[in-house]
Structure formats: structure tokens, C-alpha cells
């Protein structure tokens, strides 16, 4: 899958462009900067991002070109952020050590979701925010008329907004939302889309 990862990303263009999530940058910009983490960020557009607002930005991923890339951007952009290559099981325990968490098109089988989902929660210090966007369980209907728009093919990767809220049982809702939007973000995300976005609360 890593290998899978690595090709999408050998492209000098950004596969989901320069500019950050858009759900993301709205997010953020209401929080005042702090400590935050971005799992699986890929070529790092949502990192730089919150680098250049002033956060402190802690990220990983297990694709080798995609870190690459990532570090080549923050250094065009004059910004640092700290990048783990490897997955969330690989990293050492950081309980109660953010101030957010962003999770952008992370997408994992069931079982594993789960358990990634309660472990990167409880990472998360009271009142520390969690922000997600990812394709819901809808979407495979606008990836059958629109493949450009992007997504897992697989059904149990796909994202329930009641499991989702399960899954974050520590914490309350600022927003919770599934529904359609339009993604234009580099060449992979191009079209209508159906999405889960939430910005959750640690209590
Ligand atoms: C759709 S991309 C999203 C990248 C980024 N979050 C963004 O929005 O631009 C999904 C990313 O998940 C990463 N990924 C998938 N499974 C992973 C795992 N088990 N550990 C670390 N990274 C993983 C892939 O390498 C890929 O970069």
C-alpha cells in the first residue's frame, strides 16, 4: 500500500494541490495557534498551512515522497514542521500532548479506524479540538458518475457520522455535518463529492 502511496506522489505536482483543505483552513483560522498534529498529511499542504498561521505542527505519513515533498514545500515557504515518516503505532505515546488534531481524507478499514480514532483522542489535551473531513458512506454514487473526484474503493473505508462520534466518545460537538460539496484540490480530488466534516471538542 506504501508503495501504492509513494507512486501517486511521483509526480512533481501536488496530488491535492498547494493550497490547504478548505474545511480545514476555516476551522483553524478560528483557533488561536497552539501545538496540532496532521496524521497521513501527505505532501503537507495542510501543515504548511497551520505552519505559516504560527502553529507549532507535528505531522507523519508512511509515504517516503510524499515526506519529501512536504519538507521541500515548508522550506520554499520558509516554515518548519516537525514529520514522522511512519504510521500512527510507530510513534511515541504523546497523552494529552495537542492542542488540535486534524485528520483530512484519512481514511482506514473499520477495525483499524477505530482504534486510531480512540488512541489519537486521547492525544488530544481537554479542550483540545478535533477537525475531520473525509468521503462518507454516499460517496461511492459520485465517484460512480465522477471518478476524478477521488476516494477509497472501498466501502468499509468510508465514513458513518454516528461511528465517527462514537469513536470520539470524549468528546462534544461543534459541528457535525455529512454532506455534498465540491472538491477542487490538485489532480486527484476534482468534483462533487460527499463528504463527513466535523469539529469536535476534547471535554
Ligand atoms: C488521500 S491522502 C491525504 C493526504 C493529506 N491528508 C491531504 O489531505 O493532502 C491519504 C494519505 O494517507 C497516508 N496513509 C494511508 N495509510 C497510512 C498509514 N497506515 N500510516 C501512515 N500514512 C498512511 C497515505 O500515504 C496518504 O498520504
Not at 3 to 28: H, I
Not at 87 to 106: G, W
Request: charged share 20%; with cysteine.
Amino acid at each position: 500500500m506504501k508503495e501504492f502511496w509513494d507512486q501517486r506522489y511521483a509526480q512533481e505536482a501536488m496530488a491535492y494541490g498547494e493550497s490547504p483543505n478548505v474545511f480545514f483552513r476555516e476551522q483553524l483560522n478560528s483557533l488561536a495557534p497552539g501545538r496540532i498534529l496532521l496524521p497521513a498529511e501527505g505532501e503537507g499542504r495542510n501543515a504548511i498551512y497551520a505552519a505559516t498561521l504560527g502553529w507549532e505542527v507535528w505531522a507523519y505519513d508512511w509515504s517516503e515522497v510524499a515526506r519529501a515533498k512536504a519538507l521541500n514545500y515548508a522550506s520554499k515557504q520558509g516554515v518548519t514542521i516537525e514529520y514522522h515518516l511512519g504510521s500512527l503505532d510507530e510513534l511515541p505515546q504523546r497523552t494529552s500532548f495537542f492542542d488540535a488534531i486534524a485528520l483530512i481524507y484519512v481514511h482506514f478499514p473499520d477495525h483499524i479506524r477505530q482504534r486510531q480514532m480512540r488512541l489519537l483522542q486521547s492525544w488530544l489535551k481537554p479542550n483540545g479540538r478535533l477537525i475531520l473531513e473525509g468521503f462518507s458512506k454516499k460517496h461511492p454514487q459520485y465517484q460512480a458518475l465522477n471518478p476524478l473526484v477521488g476516494g477509497p474503493k472501498n466501502a468499509d473505508q468510508l465514513y458513518d457520522l454516528d461511528d465517527l462520534l462514537s469513536d470520539f466518545d470524549q468528546c462534544h460537538s461543534l459541528l457535525a455535518v455529512s454532506q455534498e460539496i465540491e472538491l477542487q484540490e490538485g489532480f486527484c480530488h476534482c468534483g462533487t463529492a460527499h463528504v463527513v466534516r466535523l469539529h469536535l471538542e476534547k471535554l
